[in-house]
RNA sequence: GUGGGUGUAGCUCAGCUGGUAGAGCGCCGCGUUGUGGUCGCGGAUGCCGCGGGUUCAAGUCCCGUCACUCACCCCA
C-alpha cells in the first residue's frame, strides 16, 4: 500500500487518459472561443458570503457541501462550488459591465463540492462553463444552449439528450410556487421530502422514486403559468433553437439545484453514465448579479461536467484523443550520433515538428522497441557510417520502409510529411 | 449523510469445503554483426488493503477500520 493516496473523490488523469481529458475539455471549449467568447480566469476560493448571496443559502451546494475554510486573517473562504458567481463577481469588480454588453466570457477549472463520491461524481470537479451576461434576447439563450450542444456533436457523442424548460421570474414564480406548494401539502410524503417542499417545492417535481411521480401527476407546473413576458420569452428560445439547429425535449419538471436560475433552464444528460447522468446544464439568471453588488444585468450560462464527459465519451466508445502524440522520435547509435541527434532534435522543434529520442545506453534494438512504443509514424536512425556520409535514415514504422536523407535536407523532408499527412 | 458490494503482482482476475500464492496481459532480457511490431525462450515484482480475533495452521472464518465501488441523496 502506498503512503499517500490523493484525496477522497478526487479524479487524476495521467497519461495515456490524460489527453484524453484535454481534448475533451478543448472540444468543450471550442465552439465559445470561436464564438467569440474570452478566456477569465478566476480564484479558486473566494468569500464565503459570495456562494451563500449568490449560489443561495437553501440549496444543497451551499448548505452542506462547501469546502469552507478560515485563513489567516480570519476571514471565510470557500473553495468554489459552481462558476457562475464568481463571474459575476469579477465581472462586476473589474467593471467589465460598463463596457461593451453583452459580455461574454469562457472559463475551465476545477470546482469542489465535499459529496458522497461515486462514478462520475467528484469533490473535485472539472467544468467548462460559459456566461454572457447583459441581454436577455432570447436568441443570446439559444446561443449558448447552441454552444453547448455543438461542443457535445464535437466529440462525436450521440446518446445524449437536451432538457429545456423555463422557470419563470420573478413575475410569476412567486405565484406559481404558492400554488405547488398547497398541491404538495395535500400529498403522503415522507418527512425529508416535506422538508424539501418547504425549503425549495420545486425541487419535489423531479424525484425520482415511482411513488412520489405517481402522486405528481397532476401537479401544476411552472410552464403553465408563465407570466406573459416569459411566456414569449421562452417561445422565442424554442424559435431561435430550432433555427439554430438543435434538438431538445420539453422538460417542465425540469429543476436546477442553484437558486438564481430563472426563466431559460436547461440539461443536458447522457444515458450510458448510469445515476450521474448529467452532463451539462445552465440556465438564464436575472437577479443574480443585483445579489452580489451589481448592476440588475441579467445574463445565462452553462456549465459543462468535463469529467462526465469524458466518461461519456468512453462510454460511447469515441476515440477522442486519437492523434499520436510525437512526429518523428530519434535513434542514435553511438556517442558521436548523440551529439547530431541534440542538434537535429533542436532544429526539429523550432520547425514545430513534435521529437523525442531515445535516451540513455539502450542500444539500437532496445531504443527501436522505445521508438515503436512512442507512437511516432517516422523513426531517425542515425550511427557512425550516417555521421560519416552526413545523411541519416528515416524510417516509417507503418511501411517498415526505409531511406537515407542527407542530413542538410531532413528537417524540411520531415516537415513536408507531416503537413502532407495532417491535411 | 444512509444502505449494498468489493479489496490477491503495474493491470484484469483465479485461488474448491482453512495447510506458508497462480494465470493472462504488461514490463525487462535473450534469439550473435546497426533496426520496432509477430513468434519462441528466460526473468523480476506480492507485508493476499490495514488492525485485531478464532485455530496447531488464515488469502481463505469472525470483528473492526480504511479505500474503492454501486444506489439513495445531490448534481457537472
Not at 57 to 66: A, G, H, L, P, R
Not at 219 to 241: I, K, Q, T, W
Not at 339 to 360: I, K, P, Q, T
Amino acid at each position: 500500500m502506498v503512503e499517500f493516496q490523493a484525496p477522497k473523490g478526487v479524479p487524476e488523469y495521467y497519461p495515456p487518459r490524460s489527453s484524453a481529458f484535454l481534448s475533451v475539455r478543448d472540444a468543450l471549449a471550442y465552439p465559445a472561443r470561436h464564438a467569440g467568447y474570452e478566456y477569465i480566469e478566476l480564484p479558486v476560493f473566494e468569500d464565503t458570503a459570495l456562494f451563500v448571496r449568490g449560489v443561495g443559502e437553501s440549496t444543497d451546494v451551499v448548505s452542506k457541501e462547501m469546502y469552507t475554510f478560515t485563513d489567516r486573517g480570519d476571514r471565510s473562504l470557500s473553495l468554489r462550488p459552481e462558476g457562475t458567481a464568481g463571474v459575476m463577481r469579477s465581472i462586476v469588480e473589474n467593471r467589465l459591465d460598463k463596457g461593451p454588453l453583452p459580455v461574454k466570457l469562457w472559463y475551465a477549472g476545477p470546482f469542489f463540492r465535499a459529496e458522497r463520491p461515486q462514478h462520475g461524481r467528484y469533490r473535485q470537479l472539472q467544468q467548462v462553463g460559459i456566461e454572457a451576461v447583459g441581454g436577455d434576447d432570447p436568441a443570446l439563450d439559444a446561443e449558448v444552449i447552441a454552444l453547448a450542444d455543438e461542443g457535445y456533436r464535437r466529440l462525436g457523442l450521440q446518446k445524449y439528450r437536451l432538457d429545456l424548460t423555463s422557470l419563470g421570474c420573478a413575475q410569476c414564480r412567486p405565484a406559481y410556487r404558492a400554488l405547488l406548494t398547497s398541491f404538495l401539502v395535500g400529498l403522503e410524503l415522507d418527512e425529508p421530502t416535506r422538508a424539501r417542499a418547504h425549503v425549495n417545492p420545486l425541487r419535489v417535481l423531479d424525484d425520482k422514486r415511482t411513488e412520489v411521480i405517481d402522486q405528481l401527476v397532476g401537479a401544476p407546473l411552472m410552464v403553465d403559468h408563465l407570466c406573459e413576458a416569459c411566456g414569449e420569452h421562452y417561445n422565442s428560445v424554442r424559435s431561435f433553437l430550432a433555427d439554430a439547429g438543435v434538438r431538445w425535449t420539453e422538460a417542465p419538471r425540469l429543476v436546477r439545484g442553484l437558486d438564481y436560475y430563472t426563466r431559460t433552464t436547461f440539461e443536458f444528460t447522457h444515458e450510458l453514465l448510469g445515476a450521474q447522468s448529467g452532463i451539462g446544464g445552465g440556465g438564464r439568471y436575472d437577479g443574480l448579479m443585483e445579489s452580489v453588488g451589481g448592476g440588475s444585468l441579467s445574463g445565462i450560462g452553462f456549465g459543462l461536467g468535463t469529467d462526465r464527459t469524458l466518461l461519456a465519451c468512453e462510454a460511447e466508445g469515441l476515440d477522442v484523443a486519437s492523434r499520436p502524440r510525437l512526429d518523428v522520435f530519434v535513434v542514435p547509435i553511438g556517442n558521436l550520433a548523440r551529439h547530431v541527434s541534440v542538434g537535429l532534435l533542436a532544429e526539429l522543434r523550432a520547425a514545430g515538428v513534435r521529437v523525442d529520442m531515445a535516451y540513455g545506453e539502450r542500444g539500437l534494438k532496445g531504443s527501436m522497441k522505445a521508438a515503436d512504443k512512442s507512437g511516432a509514424p517516422l523513426v531517425v536512425i542515425i550511427g557512425d557510417d550516417e555521421v560519416a556520409a552526413q545523411v541519416v535514415q528515416v524510417k516509417d514504422m507503418q511501411q517498415g520502409t526505409q531511406q537515407s536523407i542527407s542530413r542538410q535536407m531532413v528537417v524540411d523532408e520531415i516537415r513536408r510529411s507531416i503537413v502532407e499527412e495532417t491535411q
